[in-house]
């Protein structure tokens, strides 16, 4: 993290071939974050530029005594909810199949745990369902469910994220779910 | 409570964010209601099937940092200067279009002091440009009965040689001379403003550059380098050029002999009509500012006489010039 520390102080000095070495270290996890936002890997992609862009062009009010990642995970954020507003008239549903992108088939490590293999593989199945399902959500119904389940934010945090009163962030989280809960059974 | 209510409370109890007697009341329910436990679990089990979806980590396109850092760079250099086509092809009208901006922005200053708002009111004496001083002079007494005005003038006017208006008196505020206004008036003559645009298509555009540069060092002329705007046609390099009138037609022949012409404009703007109509004006207030009395109609005519001095004085220096926009092309 030393190092990640030294790399941002001279991006903040303007050494941009630092900035480069720091997307390095970050691109995954940006980018793996913006894919569960947007549900498809052009709009990740591009998401995950516009982070960078934002990120490089902050950098300067970039306070070290915060995790750098977790400032890249709330400039997308920000990002993605900005652009749920200005498409809020669009109401494009992801139809993307949750783990292909224009990489190919993508590998998904679970993270490891005490199942047996069987439950292991079960489990990674019902986890690809989820994400599928997912995806068929209206963007409103996706977006708080990723900022709960997914980025862990309380229900106070997800109305202050998205400028919206606490009654509606309970009332779309508890919908999102029955909507998921539907598409699942679709897949089941 | 019913399970179709319970069904609203189960998605906030297992986020943790009901209320302690709700939750209380979710957990009681649950206890005996095999319906809502599998409501509950499988509302779980999504929840912990999120969890594990984002703790994968998917690589990023293997083209990803390449295209992120070009953006970058793209946005953060600075971009040659673009002259759209219209622009290129109505360029006089342009920079005529910017002069009347000018005269709009001082117009409407002006029009703000209530000094000129009363001058306006009030017919204007027609000044002709070869007409003396005290043309203007008689022509406002009849408007300004404070009293005899056209000796004010020379009474406190201890240094006739001095024609500056300070923009921005002080107090106590110091009348203002008429020397610079007798001698602009003296001065009226036919003033046009002239401009030329000279395209010319080389071999070399960087020796081309400078070429143009020592001869218009050599005619005394002023340079500015406006980069290499990008046309229709391609790059071009542009500098613009101004030089005194009498040097104007040698400069533009020795220009023209760097390469091909490719085209060769002169526009010539004759402001005298203008400039006679603003030196009306500003004779008119000159009058009324000796005659004022109080300090802050003092200052804002001191601030109108200012500005309209400012203009004239522009006007007599562009009409001893002449403009050439050069355009080198490869």
Redesign the interface.
């Known amino acids: 993290m030393t190092q990640v520390n030294d790399l941002i102080v001279q991006a903040q000095q303007g050494d941009?071939s630092a900035?480069?070495k720091i997307?390095?270290v970050f691109?995954?996890?940006?980018?793996?974050h913006c894919?569960?936002l947007t549900g498809n890997?052009d709009d990740a992609?591009d998401l995950?530029?516009d982070v960078?862009?934002q990120s490089?062009k902050g950098i300067r009010s970039f306070r070290r005594e915060a995790d750098f990642g977790t400032w890249l995970h709330r400039i997308a954020v920000n990002l993605w909810i900005n652009l749920c507003r200005r498409n809020k008239k669009a109401t494009v549903i992801s139809i993307d199949e949750a783990l292909t992108?224009?990489?190919g088939e993508?590998l998904?490590?679970?993270?490891a745990s005490d199942d047996s293999p069987l439950e292991q593989i079960e489990?990674r199945e019902?986890?690809g369902m989820?994400?599928q399902a997912?995806n068929r959500l209206a963007p409103e119904y996706r977006t708080v469910?990723?900022l709960?389940?997914?980025?862990?934010y309380?229900?106070d945090e997800i109305a202050s994220l998205l400028d919206c009163s606490l009654g509606t962030v309970?009332s779309r989280?508890?919908r999102g779910?029955?909507s998921?809960?539907k598409e699942?059974g679709k897949l089941l | 409570m019913d399970c179709r209510h319970m069904e609203e409370l189960i998605s906030a109890y297992v986020d943790g964010e009901l209320a302690q007697v709700d939750a209380e009341e979710v957990s009681r329910h649950l206890s005996g209601c095999a319906r809502c436990q599998a409501s509950y679990a499988l509302t779980l089990e999504i929840s912990e099937a999120c969890r594990q979806i984002s703790q994968t980590v998917t690589p990023a396109p293997a083209e990803f940092k390449a295209a992120l850092m070009q953006r970058i760079n793209n946005e953060t250099k600075v971009k040659p200067f673009k002259l759209a086509p219209w622009l290129l092809r109505n360029w006089k009208q342009a920079v005529g279009g910017i002069a009347a901006g000018i005269l709009l922005v001082l117009g409407i200053y002006s029009m703000n002091v209530n000094s000129i708002m009363q001058v306006a009111q009030n017919p204007a004496p027609i000044v002709q440009p070869n007409q003396e001083t005290t043309t203007g002079i008689q022509a406002n007494q009849n408007d300004n009965p404070a009293g005899p005005t056209e000796s004010a003038p020379e009474t406190n006017n201890p240094s006739p040689g001095e024609d500056k208006i300070d923009p921005a008196p002080t107090d106590p505020v110091q009348p203002l001379n008429s020397s610079g206004l007798s001698s602009r008036i003296m001065m009226s003559k036919e003033r046009s403003i002239v401009s030329a645009l000279l395209q010319i298509k080389v071999n070399n555009s960087a020796d081309a550059l400078d070429k143009a540069l020592n001869m218009a060092a050599q005619a005394q002329a002023e340079t500015q380098n406006l980069g290499q705007p990008i046309s229709q046609d391609g790059v071009y390099t542009a500098l613009k050029i101004t030089v005194a009138k009498s040097r104007a037609a040698g400069l533009l022949t020795q220009l023209g002999s760097l390469g091909t012409v490719i085209n060769q404009e002169v526009t010539k703007n004759d402001i005298t009509t203008r400039y006679a109509e603003t030196l009306s004006q500003y004779q008119i207030l000159f009058i009324q500012r000796t005659a004022a009395t109080e300090a802050n109609q003092q200052a804002d005519l001191d601030q109108s006489l200012s500005l309209l001095q400012k203009q004239l004085e522009n006007w007599e220096q562009q009409a001893e010039q002449e403009t050439i926009l050069l355009w080198i092309a490869k």
């Open positions: 941009l900035f480069e997307v390095l691109q995954d996890k940006v980018y793996s894919l569960y890997s992609q995950a530029q960078f862009v490089f992108t224009s990489q993508l998904r490590e679970l993270a489990r019902f986890s989820v994400n997912l469910l990723v709960r389940d997914m980025e862990g309380n229900y309970k989280i508890n779910r029955k998921l809960k699942l």
